[in-house]
């Protein structure tokens, strides 16, 4: 059983950072690619990052490139979400994903096996 376990979120204000942290937790979980997206309030949860674990290739949304940072920690199997110039649009629950076998698609959600429980991210104006 593998455990996708997030921490990190809180209420900062605008123009400010948060780091996001993940790991995963399983003994013979060989990871191939690891996410992130969020979901605001009266809206479809959306693709934020994602990175592979061989050859750190990154993906990201482009509502974010240029402020937020995905990397990875292999011996961890912990990845980490760098949100920097966070605007009040960035507010949602954030979610942890990850998959252990080839993907097409680092943006589609419906691609991942394995979640983590959320956590929440909150910008003020």
């Known amino acids: 059983q593998v455990q996708l376990v997030e921490s990190g979120g809180g209420l900062v204000q605008a123009g400010g950072s948060l780091r996001l942290s993940c790991a995963a937790s399983?003994?013979?979980?060989?990871?191939?690619?690891m996410g992130w997206f969020r979901q605001a309030p009266g809206k479809e949860r959306e693709f934020v990052a994602a990175?592979?674990?061989?050859?750190?290739?990154?993906y990201y949304a482009d509502s974010v490139n240029g402020r937020f940072i995905i990397s990875r920690d292999n011996a961890k199997n912990t990845v980490y979400l760098q949100m920097n110039s966070l605007k009040p649009g960035d507010t949602a629950v954030y979610y942890c994903?990850?998959?252990?076998?080839?993907?097409?698609?680092?943006?589609?959600?419906?691609?991942?096996?394995?979640w983590g429980q959320g956590t929440q991210v909150t910008v003020s104006s």
């Open positions: 994903a990850a998959v252990s076998r080839w993907i097409r698609d680092y943006a589609k959600d419906a691609d991942y096996s394995y």
């Open positions: 990175i592979s674990w061989i050859g750190s290739n990154t």
């Open positions: 399983a003994r013979t979980f060989s990871i191939y690619a």
